[in-house]
C-alpha cells in the first residue's frame, strides 16, 4: 500500500546520495559551501521523510508507502521498498542523527572536507537502504554499500590507530556479510519461488534442521553488528578510533541494523529455529548485559566507556526481541530508538570535551560543572537517560523490556535488571569524577562553555529524550499492529520452546 501515491521512499533514500554527487561538482576549496550544503541536504530529506510519520496508518500492520518495480525479472530480484511499524521510526532516527552528526562536524572536521561530507551523505543512503528495503538481493546492496564510507570515516579522519580499527571493522563484518550472502542464496533455492521478495519468502515452509543453519548464517551477520558478545571485540576500538560523528553514527543507527536484522529476518523467517535458539540469544544477552557494564566500570576513557555501555544496552534489546511477546518486542523496538538518541548524546557531549582538551581520560577532569555549567546540564541529562531514569526515554524501554520477558521467563529479566543497577554505577561515577569535585587541574580553568552551534545540536536530541519519557504512546501505537503481525508469523512454528509459551499481552499497555 502506498497511501500518498508518490515514490516518497526512493527520494528519502537517495536524496544524500544526489546531494554528495552535487558535492563532487564544487571546489574542496570552498569548504563552508560544502558544510553547508551537506547540512542542508541532509536537513531537508529530514523533512521530507515527515509525511511517512504523519501519514502512517496506525491500525495497518501490512507494509505501507510500498514501491515495487521488476529489476532483474529473470532471477525474481526486484526494486521492492517499503516500511512498517517495525522500520519507521529507525528511518526517522537515521535522518535525525545524520544531520545531527553533520552539524557536530562543522569545526572538528578541518581535513579533506569534501570527502568527509561526501562519505557521510552515501552512508546515510547505504542506512536508510538497509530500513527499507523487502528484496533480499535489494537489501544485501544497501548492507554492503554502507560499509565503504564508514570503513573511510574510521580510516582518514579517526585516532591514531584508525588504519587497524577500520579494517577490523570491515573484516569483521564482512565475514558475517558473506555468510548471510550464502544463506540468501540458499533460501532462494530451497524456496523453489524464483524470488527475493521478503513477504513472499515469509510464507515459505522449510524443515527445522534447515532452519536451523540458515538462522545460524544469518544471526552470525546481525550479531556481529549488533554486537552480541561475543562478538563485540571490534566495537570499542572503532569508536574510540572514529570522529566524534562517526561514533554518533556507530552506535545510533549502524548497531540497530543487527537488531532489525534478527527482527524482520531471522525470526519470521526461520520461525521454528527462533524458538530453538531462544536459551543460547537469553545466555548470551545476559551475559553481554553484566559483562558490558561491568567492563564499562573500569574503564579510564568516557568514550571506550560509552562504547562498552553499548554492549550491555543492546543486549536489553536483544532480549526483548526474543521474549516473542508485543511487550518485549515493542520495548526493544523502542529501545533501539532511545539507544541511538541517549548514546549519540552522549559521544557527541564527549567529542565535544575532547575538541577543548584533546583527551578523553577521566582522571584529567573534575569540577568541570563550575566552569562549563551549561554543558555540565546538557550532560546531566544524557547521563540519567542512559541509566533509565524515569521520566526520561530509558526508562520506558527498559522496562517495557522487563515486563514482556518477565511474562514468559522471570529469572532471564531477573539476571538482566543487575545490568541496570551497574549502568547506574558507572555512570553516575563517571558523571561524578568529571563533573564534580574540586576544579584542580589548571588546563580545565580555561575551559569556554557550549557556543551556540553546539547547543543547537544537543537541544533536538534533549527534547525527544524528554518527548519519548513522558509520552511514548505515539510511538507504542504506530509499532503494535506490526509487532503482532511479526509475532503471528513467528509463533506459527510447531515446537515453541521460546521465552513464552504463548502470545501473552493483546497490547503493549495490557500484560
Avoid at 561515577?429 to 569556554?448: D, H, I, S, Y
Avoid at 509520552?471 to 520452546?497: F, H, R
Wanted: hydrophobic share 55%; aromatic share 14%; with cysteine.
Amino acid at each position: 500500500m502506498n497511501q500518498l501515491g508518490f515514490p516518497l521512499l526512493s527520494l528519502v533514500v537517495f536524496f544524500p546520495l544526489m546531494g554528495a554527487i552535487l558535492l563532487l561538482l564544487i571546489d574542496r576549496r570552498e569548504e563552508s559551501l560544502i558544510k553547508g550544503l551537506a547540512f542542508v541536504v541532509s536537513l531537508i530529506d529530514f523533512f521530507l521523510a515527515l509525511p511517512l510519520y504523519f501519514a502512517f496508518r496506525a491500525d495497518f500492520p501490512e507494509m505501507q508507502f510500498v514501491e515495487k518495480l521488476d529489476w532483474v525479472k529473470e532471477f525474481g530480484i526486484s526494486y521492492f521498498m517499503g516500511i512498517d511499524g517495525i522500520s519507521l521510526f529507525l528511518v526517522l532516527l537515521t535522518l535525525f542523527l545524520s544531520a545531527i552528526s553533520i552539524l557536530s562536524s562543522w569545526t572538528a572536521i578541518t581535513e579533506r572536507v569534501k570527502e568527509y561530507m561526501i562519505c557521510m551523505l552515501f552512508l546515510e543512503t547505504g542506512m536508510l537502504g538497509v530500513f527499507v528495503a523487502l528484496d533480499l538481493f535489494l537489501f544485501y546492496i544497501f548492507w554492503e554499500g554502507m560499509l565503504i564510507p564508514m570503513y573511510f570515516l574510521i580510516g582518514i579522519w579517526g585516532g591514531p590507530q584508525r588504519i587497524y580499527a577500520a579494517v577490523k571493522f570491515f573484516l569483521y563484518t564482512m565475514a558475517g556479510s558473506l555468510l548471510m550472502l550464502v544463506a540468501i542464496l540458499a533460501l532462494y533455492f530451497l524456496a523453489g519461488l524464483n524470488t527475493f521478495d521478503l513477504l513472499q519468502l515469509y510464507g515459505v515452509s522449510l524443515p527445522p534442521e534447515t532452519q536451523w543453519w540458515l538462522f545460524l548464517a544469518f544471526s552470525v551477520a546481525f550479531s556481529i553488528k549488533v554486537p552480541l558478545f561475543p562478538f563485540h571485540t571490534w566495537l570499542p576500538l572503532a569508536h574510540v578510533e572514529a570522529p566524534t560523528a562517526g561514533s554518533v553514527i556507530l552506535a545510533g543507527v549502524l548497531l540497530k541494523m543487527g537488531t532489525y536484522g534478527f527482527l524482520r529476518f531471522c525470526l519470521p523467517l526461520f520461525p521454528d529455529a527462533s524458538h530453538t535458539f531462544v536459551p543460547l540469544v537469553a545466555f548470551l544477552s545476559i551475559v553481554g548485559i553484566i559483562y558490558g557494564a561491568l567492563v564499562a566500570m573500569v574503564q579510564k576513557d568516557v568514550k571506550r566507556l560509552v562504547a562498552y555501555s553499548s554492549v550491555s544496552h543492546l543486549g536489553f534489546v536483544m532480549l526483548g526481541i526474543f521474549a516473542f511477546n508485543v511487550q518485549g518486542i515493542a520495548g526493544g523496538i523502542l529501545q533501539m530508538i532511545n539507544h541511538g538518541l541517549s548514546t549519540g548524546a552522549l559521544f557527541l557531549a564527549v567529542g565535544m570535551i575532547y575538541e577543548r582538551r584533546h583527551t578523553r581520560m577521566i582522571e584529567e577532569f573534575g569540577g568541570l560543572s563550575r566552569q562549563i555549567p551549561i554543558f555540565a546540564i546538557f550532560f546531566m541529562i544524557i547521563t540519567l537517560s542512559s541509566i533509565g531514569l524515569p521520566g526520561l526515554n530509558g526508562f520506558i524501554g527498559e522496562f517495557l523490556i522487563l515486563v514482556g520477558v518477565f511474562n514468559s521467563h522471570p529469572f532471564y529479566a531477573t539476571l538482566a535488571a543487575t545490568g541496570i543497577i551497574l549502568a547506574a554505577v558507572y555512570m553516575l561515577w563517571m558523571f561524578q569524577r568529571v563533573m564534580f569535585g574540586e576544579l584542580t587541574n589548571p588546563a580545565n580553568r580555561l575551559l569556554k562553555d557550549l557556543n551556540a552551534r553546539e547547543i543547537v545540536v544537543l537541544v533536538p536530541l534533549i527534547l525527544f529524550i524528554l518527548w519519548i519519557g513522558l509520552y511514548p504512546k505515539p510511538l507504542l501505537e504506530k509499532m503494535e499492529p506490526s509487532v503482532k503481525k511479526t509475532i503471528s508469523l513467528v509463533m506459527q512454528a510447531k515446537g515453541q520452546q521460546a521465552l513464552a509459551p504463548e502470545l501473552r499481552g493483546s497490547s503493549w499497555n495490557q500484560p
